[in-house]
Protein backbone atom coordinates (compact mmCIF):
# COMPACT_ATOMS: atom_id res chain seq x y z
CA UNK A 1 0.00 0.00 0.00
CA UNK A 2 1.01 3.93 -1.07
CA UNK A 3 1.54 6.49 0.84
CA UNK A 4 1.01 9.91 -0.24
CA UNK A 5 2.07 12.94 1.68
CA UNK A 6 1.20 16.46 1.09
CA UNK A 7 4.03 18.64 1.44
CA UNK A 8 3.66 21.72 -0.99
CA UNK A 9 1.90 23.90 0.89
CA UNK A 10 3.90 27.48 1.50
CA UNK A 11 3.71 27.55 5.15
CA UNK A 12 2.64 31.22 5.78
CA UNK A 13 2.49 30.97 9.22
CA UNK A 14 6.05 29.92 10.19
CA UNK A 15 6.80 33.68 9.52
CA UNK A 16 10.72 33.36 7.58
CA UNK A 17 11.57 29.96 8.36
CA UNK A 18 8.55 29.08 5.94
CA UNK A 19 9.83 31.16 3.47
CA UNK A 20 13.19 29.64 2.98
CA UNK A 21 12.76 25.92 4.15
CA UNK A 22 9.55 23.99 3.14
CA UNK A 23 7.95 22.99 6.03
CA UNK A 24 8.47 18.84 5.73
CA UNK A 25 11.96 19.73 6.25
CA UNK A 26 11.92 21.79 9.23
CA UNK A 27 13.95 20.04 12.21
CA UNK A 28 13.01 17.65 15.18
CA UNK A 29 16.18 17.19 16.78
CA UNK A 30 18.17 17.63 14.26
CA UNK A 31 16.30 15.70 11.42
CA UNK A 32 13.42 17.12 9.31
CA UNK A 33 9.79 16.42 10.15
CA UNK A 34 9.29 14.16 7.20
CA UNK A 35 11.82 11.85 8.11
CA UNK A 36 10.17 11.55 11.15
CA UNK A 37 6.96 10.83 9.28
CA UNK A 38 8.34 8.04 7.30
CA UNK A 39 9.48 5.79 9.83
CA UNK A 40 6.10 6.05 11.48
CA UNK A 41 4.51 4.71 8.88
CA UNK A 42 7.55 2.56 7.72
CA UNK A 43 7.37 0.98 11.06
CA UNK A 44 4.19 -0.39 10.36
CA UNK A 45 5.55 -2.03 6.78
CA UNK A 46 4.42 1.24 4.70
CA UNK A 47 7.62 1.95 3.09
CA UNK A 48 6.44 3.62 -0.45
CA UNK A 49 5.94 6.99 -0.31
CA UNK A 50 4.24 9.59 -2.99
CA UNK A 51 5.91 12.81 -1.98
CA UNK A 52 3.39 15.71 -3.46
CA UNK A 53 5.70 18.42 -4.35
CA UNK A 54 5.32 22.29 -4.53
CA UNK A 55 6.31 25.31 -2.73
CA UNK A 56 10.46 24.74 -2.29
CA UNK A 57 10.11 21.08 -3.54
CA UNK A 58 13.55 20.93 -5.04
CA UNK A 59 14.90 21.52 -1.65
CA UNK A 60 12.64 18.28 -0.03
CA UNK A 61 14.60 16.51 -3.34
CA UNK A 62 17.83 17.43 -2.88
CA UNK A 63 17.49 16.55 1.00
CA UNK A 64 16.77 13.20 0.08
CA UNK A 65 19.66 13.15 -2.96
CA UNK A 66 22.26 14.15 -0.45
CA UNK A 67 21.17 12.08 2.69
CA UNK A 68 21.61 9.24 0.42
CA UNK A 69 24.88 9.42 -0.05
CA UNK A 70 25.44 10.62 3.75
CA UNK A 71 24.09 7.45 4.74
CA UNK A 72 26.55 5.31 3.64
CA UNK A 73 30.27 5.06 3.41
CA UNK A 74 31.87 5.02 -0.37
CA UNK A 75 34.86 4.31 -2.35
CA UNK A 76 36.06 6.83 -5.07
CA UNK A 77 38.68 5.64 -7.24
CA UNK A 78 39.63 8.53 -10.12
CA UNK A 79 42.43 8.70 -12.72
CA UNK A 80 43.93 11.62 -14.94
CA UNK A 81 40.66 11.12 -17.29
CA UNK A 82 38.34 11.35 -14.20
CA UNK A 83 36.10 9.65 -11.91
CA UNK A 84 36.49 5.78 -12.71
CA UNK A 85 34.44 4.01 -10.38
CA UNK A 86 32.15 4.54 -7.37
CA UNK A 87 31.93 1.46 -4.83
CA UNK A 88 29.21 2.22 -2.11
CA UNK A 89 29.09 0.39 1.50
CA UNK A 90 25.60 -0.76 2.43
CA UNK A 91 25.45 0.66 6.42
CA UNK A 92 22.69 0.39 8.72
CA UNK A 93 20.00 3.06 7.17
CA UNK A 94 16.62 3.91 6.40
CA UNK A 95 14.89 1.88 3.20
CA UNK A 96 11.76 3.25 1.48
CA UNK A 97 10.91 3.93 -1.92
CA UNK A 98 9.81 7.69 -2.75
CA UNK A 99 8.53 9.46 -5.82
CA UNK A 100 8.29 12.84 -6.46
CA UNK A 101 5.68 14.27 -7.86
CA UNK A 102 5.70 17.86 -8.72
CA UNK A 103 2.05 18.92 -7.94
CA UNK A 104 2.83 22.64 -8.27
CA UNK A 105 3.49 25.80 -6.22
CA UNK A 106 -0.60 26.56 -6.07
CA UNK A 107 -2.35 23.56 -6.32
CA UNK A 108 -4.56 23.03 -3.82
CA UNK A 109 -4.78 19.61 -1.51
CA UNK A 110 -7.46 17.89 -3.38
CA UNK A 111 -5.59 18.84 -7.00
CA UNK A 112 -2.75 17.32 -5.58
CA UNK A 113 -3.77 14.04 -4.81
CA UNK A 114 -5.28 14.20 -8.48
CA UNK A 115 -2.08 15.26 -10.01
CA UNK A 116 -0.36 12.34 -7.88
CA UNK A 117 -3.06 9.97 -8.78
CA UNK A 118 -0.62 8.58 -11.90
CA UNK A 119 1.55 7.21 -9.54
CA UNK A 120 -1.11 5.11 -7.63
CA UNK A 121 -2.33 2.35 -10.65
CA UNK A 122 -3.34 -1.02 -9.21
CA UNK A 123 -3.46 0.80 -5.40
CA UNK A 124 -7.21 0.06 -4.38
CA UNK A 125 -7.03 1.61 -1.33
CA UNK A 126 -3.98 4.01 -0.37
CA UNK A 127 -3.20 6.31 2.71
CA UNK A 128 -2.83 9.93 2.47
CA UNK A 129 -1.08 12.14 5.38
CA UNK A 130 0.38 15.84 5.33
CA UNK A 131 3.51 16.66 6.01
CA UNK A 132 3.90 18.97 8.72
CA UNK A 133 1.98 16.30 11.89
CA UNK A 134 3.10 13.87 13.58
CA UNK A 135 0.95 11.21 16.21
CA UNK A 136 1.28 8.27 18.11
CA UNK A 137 -1.26 7.06 16.28
CA UNK A 138 -1.00 2.97 15.50
CA UNK A 139 -1.12 3.43 11.60
CA UNK A 140 -2.23 -0.34 11.41
CA UNK A 141 -5.32 0.11 12.86
CA UNK A 142 -6.08 2.74 11.35
CA UNK A 143 -5.94 0.90 8.10
CA UNK A 144 -7.78 -2.60 9.72
CA UNK A 145 -10.44 0.27 10.73
CA UNK A 146 -11.32 1.65 7.47
CA UNK A 147 -10.73 -2.05 5.64
CA UNK A 148 -13.84 -2.88 8.58
CA UNK A 149 -16.30 -0.32 7.76
CA UNK A 150 -16.16 -0.86 3.45
CA UNK A 151 -16.66 2.77 2.69
CA UNK A 152 -14.72 5.00 0.81
CA UNK A 153 -12.67 7.09 3.64
CA UNK A 154 -11.58 7.38 6.97
CA UNK A 155 -10.49 10.10 8.52
CA UNK A 156 -8.75 10.26 11.88
CA UNK A 157 -10.05 12.70 14.10
CA UNK A 158 -8.17 14.12 17.08
CA UNK A 159 -8.94 16.61 20.03
CA UNK A 160 -6.28 19.22 20.29
CA UNK A 161 -5.50 20.83 23.43
CA UNK A 162 -6.32 24.77 23.18
CA UNK A 163 -4.03 27.40 22.19
CA UNK A 164 -5.23 29.14 25.78
CA UNK A 165 -5.73 28.33 29.18
CA UNK A 166 -8.70 28.70 31.09
CA UNK A 167 -10.16 30.18 34.24
CA UNK A 168 -13.42 28.66 36.14
CA UNK A 169 -15.50 30.62 37.56
CA UNK A 170 -18.17 30.64 40.57
CA UNK A 171 -21.62 31.91 40.22
CA UNK A 172 -20.36 35.45 41.51
CA UNK A 173 -17.61 35.43 39.47
CA UNK A 174 -15.50 34.47 41.79
CA UNK A 175 -12.46 32.95 40.00
CA UNK A 176 -12.11 28.98 41.48
CA UNK A 177 -9.34 27.26 39.23
CA UNK A 178 -7.26 27.57 36.93
CA UNK A 179 -6.29 25.12 34.03
CA UNK A 180 -3.50 25.42 31.43
CA UNK A 181 -4.38 24.84 27.88
CA UNK A 182 -6.91 21.64 28.21
CA UNK A 183 -8.06 19.03 26.18
CA UNK A 184 -10.59 20.65 23.60
CA UNK A 185 -14.19 18.58 23.73
CA UNK A 186 -14.59 18.86 19.72
CA UNK A 187 -13.13 16.87 17.48
CA UNK A 188 -10.58 17.90 14.42
CA UNK A 189 -9.20 16.68 11.24
CA UNK A 190 -5.77 14.99 12.38
CA UNK A 191 -4.66 14.42 8.69
CA UNK A 192 -4.05 10.95 8.64
CA UNK A 193 -6.59 9.14 6.11
CA UNK A 194 -6.84 5.90 4.45
CA UNK A 195 -8.84 5.79 0.68
CA UNK A 196 -10.33 3.66 -1.49
CA UNK A 197 -9.88 4.82 -5.21
CA UNK A 198 -12.82 6.09 -5.74
CA UNK A 199 -11.63 8.99 -4.01
CA UNK A 200 -10.57 10.04 -6.95
CA UNK A 201 -13.94 10.44 -8.51
CA UNK A 202 -14.59 13.54 -5.96
CA UNK A 203 -11.48 15.48 -6.76
CA UNK A 204 -11.02 17.99 -9.18
CA UNK A 205 -7.36 19.61 -10.25
CA UNK A 206 -8.62 22.83 -8.37
CA UNK A 207 -10.25 21.10 -5.30
CA UNK A 208 -9.28 21.69 -1.84
CA UNK A 209 -9.73 18.40 -0.28
CA UNK A 210 -11.37 19.46 3.48
CA UNK A 211 -14.08 21.31 1.47
CA UNK A 212 -16.40 19.97 -1.21
CA UNK A 213 -14.39 16.35 -1.22
CA UNK A 214 -15.04 15.89 2.01
CA UNK A 215 -18.32 16.93 2.52
CA UNK A 216 -19.91 15.32 -0.35
CA UNK A 217 -18.31 12.22 0.89
CA UNK A 218 -19.97 12.97 4.43
CA UNK A 219 -23.15 14.12 2.86
CA UNK A 220 -23.51 10.56 1.27
CA UNK A 221 -22.29 8.54 4.56
CA UNK A 222 -18.68 7.46 2.97
CA UNK A 223 -16.50 9.10 5.55
CA UNK A 224 -15.98 7.48 8.80
CA UNK A 225 -13.72 9.01 11.47
CA UNK A 226 -11.37 6.55 13.94
CA UNK A 227 -11.23 8.23 16.58
CA UNK A 228 -7.93 8.55 18.13
CA UNK A 229 -7.18 9.35 21.79
CA UNK A 230 -3.84 9.75 21.82
CA UNK A 231 -1.03 12.55 20.71
CA UNK A 232 -1.23 14.54 18.10
CA UNK A 233 0.71 17.97 16.92
CA UNK A 234 1.17 19.57 13.66
CA UNK A 235 3.81 22.12 12.95
CA UNK A 236 1.64 25.64 12.05
CA UNK A 237 3.94 27.86 13.81
CA UNK A 238 7.71 28.29 14.79
CA UNK A 239 6.16 27.92 18.31
CA UNK A 240 5.24 24.18 17.25
CA UNK A 241 8.42 23.75 15.99
CA UNK A 242 9.52 24.75 19.62
CA UNK A 243 7.61 22.98 21.04
CA UNK A 244 7.89 19.90 18.96
CA UNK A 245 11.54 19.77 20.00
CA UNK A 246 11.34 20.63 23.72
CA UNK A 247 9.71 16.73 23.69
CA UNK A 248 12.28 15.40 21.92
CA UNK A 249 14.63 17.15 23.98
CA UNK A 250 12.77 15.56 26.95
CA UNK A 251 12.85 12.16 25.88
CA UNK A 252 9.25 11.78 25.68
CA UNK A 253 8.16 11.93 21.78
CA UNK A 254 5.29 10.12 21.45
CA UNK A 255 5.52 9.36 17.77
CA UNK A 256 9.08 7.68 18.46
CA UNK A 257 7.39 5.53 21.67
CA UNK A 258 4.34 4.97 18.85
CA UNK A 259 7.21 3.59 15.80
CA UNK A 260 9.09 1.41 18.42
CA UNK A 261 5.98 -0.13 19.30
CA UNK A 262 5.41 -0.69 15.65
CA UNK A 263 8.40 -2.47 15.06
CA UNK A 264 7.38 -5.17 17.81
CA UNK A 265 4.65 -5.92 15.91
Given at each position: ????I?C??K ?8 A ?13 I???L?R ?5 G ?10 L????K ?8 R ?6 R?T??GVE????H ?7 S ?17 K ?8 S ?5 Y??GL??I ?24 S ?5 R ?38 S ?10 A ?6 AY ?23 S ?15
Amino acid sequence: MKTVILCGGKGTRLGEHGATVPKALIEIGGEPIIRHLLRLYASHGLSDFVLCLGHLGGSIKRYFLEEQWRAVDFTLRTTAAGVESLKPHDLARDEWSITFAETGPETNTGGRILKASRYLEGESTFCVTYGDGLADIDITRLIDFHRAHGRIATLCAVRPCSNFGIIRLGPAGEVRDFEEKPLMQDWINGGFFVFERRILDYLTPDSILEREPLRRLASEGELIAYQHEGFWKCMDTYKDNLEFNQLWESGDAPWVAAKKRGDQT
